[in-house]
């Protein structure tokens, strides 16, 4: 298996613009979380997923930002309208049997 | 609430040192822990979890039930250690819990 896959793995775009990051988690893990990290904050959860169904949402920043997992093997994140202070480097990651692996990131600049 | 903490932000060490990194966690349940590392611009990757007891990288970590600690430990540190480093808790059906992190620097 690849690992988590996350694309695009760097993005750059200007304040008010959408935004929507991209997951493919491992095959057969069934719990998926999106996380944020940023120098100031460190790492936080946004959001986890439980065999497709969202489960806790209840880091995600404000209504501007919304998740989806359609099927078990994809998961967007998308925000929208993106501000500057939404720049951070967002971690998609995935689980079974209690072992997170994480992707290797989406290093978002908002301008 | 479920917590974890890690009281230090920044431990800098020489090399050839010994190394602990602290984490405390709160109680609930029978949790499982687990340490991450990071390295510069790099994804995380799981270190060590504490039903395995294994060694990795000659790094350490005893799950103390009565301190609710799991502090990560290595007798000699390296330079290629330098590092962030992640303690998280895990309850099945819930989620990760991730602390603070703590940044390890080590000296040459």
């Known amino acids: 298996d690849a690992g988590v896959i996350q694309s695009p793995r760097h993005e750059v775009t200007e304040m008010g613009q959408e935004v929507t990051l991209r997951c493919k988690p491992i095959?057969?893990?069934?719990?998926l979380f999106w996380y944020r990290q940023t120098m100031m904050r460190g790492l936080e959860l946004l959001i986890y997923?439980?065999?497709?169904?969202?489960?806790?949402d209840s880091g995600m920043p404000e209504d501007r930002f919304s998740a989806k997992m359609p099927n078990a093997s994809f998961s967007t994140l998308k925000i929208q309208p993106s501000e500057p202070r939404d720049s951070a480097v967002y971690f998609c990651?995935?689980?079974?049997?209690?072992?997170?692996?994480f992707g290797e990131g989406s290093r978002l600049t908002v301008l | 609430a479920q917590r974890v903490t890690q009281p230090e932000k920044l431990l800098s060490v020489f090399k050839g040192a010994p190394v602990e990194l602290k984490c405390n966690y709160s109680?609930?349940?029978?949790?499982?822990l687990f340490w991450y590392v990071q390295y510069s611009r790099q994804r995380l990757q799981l270190l060590l979890r504490?039903?395995s007891r294994e060694s990795i990288k000659g790094f350490t970590a005893d799950l103390n039930k009565g301190e609710t600690s799991f502090h990560l430990k290595k007798p000699f540190a390296q330079e290629e250690d330098s590092a962030m480093y992640y303690c998280?808790?895990?309850?099945?059906?819930?989620?990760?819990?991730f602390g603070p992190g703590t940044r390890l620097s080590v000296l040459p």
């Open positions: 095959s057969g893990h069934d719990y």
């Open positions: 998280a808790r895990f309850n099945y059906g819930q989620n990760f819990v």
């Open positions: 109680y609930s349940g029978s949790p499982e």
């Open positions: 990651a995935s689980s079974f049997g209690g072992e997170l692996f």
């Open positions: 997923f439980n065999n497709n169904v969202p489960i806790d």
């Open positions: 504490h039903i």
